[in-house]
């Protein structure tokens, strides 16, 4: 093999690795658990955060989340709650859960804005969703969802 066909060999080696390197994933960006749930007509894969740490931490600082993610908050008891987005970059969706998993709310929240975006009633869950995606799934006030058993219970 001459110098020229080793040469294009390591550029299309190079390419391809390149080319995987840069492949989106589907994973989610933390250790968090996570369920599959249909959120109106969309099912997405949730990292679920249920503990206080994870519930602070949420999305902050990341950059991007795929469509089809996203994160779910579990409390311990219904109440009335507000989110904010100190050092969240992408701007989400928040669809607020009661206890009888019946859909209180959807609101928007953009990035870095620390101003707290309030449930209209007491919540168990939260949603969070990439922005847009509570529209493009269909969810409203008052939908009947089912939360998965793996985000049922916090853990305190």
């Not at 804005?113 to 949603?127: D, F, L, Y």
Request: with cysteine; glycine share 6%.
């Amino acid at each position: 093999m001459n110098r020229s066909n080793r040469l294009q060999i390591l550029v299309a080696f190079a390419c391809i690795c390149f080319l995987i390197g840069c492949e989106s994933t589907t994973q989610p960006q933390s250790n968090l658990p996570t369920v599959q749930m249909k959120v109106g007509s969309k099912t997405y894969t949730l990292e679920v955060a249920n503990t206080e740490d994870s519930r602070t931490r949420g999305l902050m600082r990341r950059d991007s989340m795929p469509a089809d993610h996203g994160m779910i908050f579990v409390f311990k008891e219904p109440q009335k709650l507000a989110f904010w987005m100190k050092n969240t970059r992408i701007p989400l969706d928040i669809v607020y859960i009661d206890a009888n998993a019946k859909v209180d709310s959807v609101k928007q929240m953009q990035p870095y804005v620390e101003t707290g975006i309030w449930s209209e009633g007491p919540i168990q869950w939260a949603i969070e969703l990439n922005q847009g995606q509570a529209k493009e799934a269909g969810v409203k006030a008052g939908d009947q969802l089912t939360i998965p058993d793996g985000a049922k219970t916090a853990k305190e």
